[in-house]
């Protein structure tokens, strides 16, 4: 295996080399392959939604030259290596398992996630003191998450120390309370940037309702988006059929066709 990755890191290195290397990749830095590692791990979750072991293995090879990629940047900067990067990830999970690795006993998952989470609020704690900054229970939430999913994240670590509402049906209270004030600025011709604010809330606190449920607000909405296209596909081969344009259609019949759409495919499912 070793072997394996050296050549991988030699390939890196000779893609990089100053003058016989690719000219795309010596001029890369983190800020600019940053797009591509996230584009990468989509592409992970994608070949595993559709159950595509062997794309699945081309995909996990392209996000692994992800993080070769940036240890070589980094190693040429005199920073940290690939072996840095496999040494810190390989100490904080021995460090985060001790129940594995140290006999540590716990009485139940919840018991496990609380020392999970203690171990992560110690390396935010020393991490604050290096940067010399206050600490903050919101910290290391990543900023550029997809929003749905950070929203989630920031609610859940808000709700370990007791800010959050008890009941879901005060978090239900709130999300009719942000649809009326949407609807108030609406109807006032607001600014957009007003109705912006106000439909940003909205979607907050619908993710913080989706966390109260245990349900994951950004796999929700994807499956929702792909119950969207299902229909909507369904609706053109409706209009394709019948040998008409959504220009020639009315209203009225799309959302006739939409409904038809809606109890077809779910009994399809």
């Not at 794309?55 to 920073?79: H, P, T």
């Not at 010399?132 to 939430?141: M, N």
């Not at 449920?213 to 369904?234: S, V």
């Not at 009315?250 to 006739?256: A, G, P």
Request: with cysteine; proline share 3%.
């Amino acid at each position: 295996m070793s072997n394996k990755i050296d050549n991988l890191l030699a390939v890196m290195r000779q893609l990089r080399h100053p003058e016989t290397g690719c000219p795309w990749d010596q001029k890369q830095t983190y800020e600019s392959i940053a797009p591509y590692t996230i584009e990468e791990a989509y592409e992970v979750e994608d070949a595993i939604e559709r159950k595509d072991t062997e794309a699945l293995k081309s995909e996990l090879g392209d996000l692994l030259f992800q993080v070769v990629f940036y240890s070589q940047i980094a190693n040429e900067d005199g920073e940290f290596t690939f072996d840095d990067i496999v040494e810190a990830i390989t100490e904080k999970m021995i460090k985060r398992h001790p129940h594995v690795f140290d006999k540590v006993t716990f009485n139940n998952a919840e018991e496990q996630t609380n020392n999970w989470e203690a171990h992560k609020a110690e390396e935010r704690t020393r991490r604050a003191a290096l940067e010399k900054r206050k600490i903050s229970i919101l910290d290391d939430v990543p900023p550029n998450l997809p929003a749905l999913i950070r929203a989630e994240k920031l609610t859940k670590r808000a709700a370990r120390v007791g800010f959050d509402w008890p009941q879901i049906d005060q978090v239900i209270a709130k999300i009719d309370e942000e649809l009326a004030e949407v609807k108030a600025e609406i109807n006032a011709n607001a600014s957009n940037d007003y109705i912006e604010d106000e439909i940003g809330d909205l979607l907050f606190t619908v993710a913080n309702l989706a966390r109260h449920c245990k349900i994951d607000p950004e796999n929700a909405l994807k499956k929702t988006n792909r119950k969207f296209i299902e229909r909507f596909h369904f609706i053109e081969q409706e209009l394709e059929d019948a040998d008409m344009s959504f220009e020639d259609a009315s209203l009225e019949l799309l959302e006739e066709h939409w409904q038809t759409a809606k109890a077809t495919i779910l009994k399809i499912k």
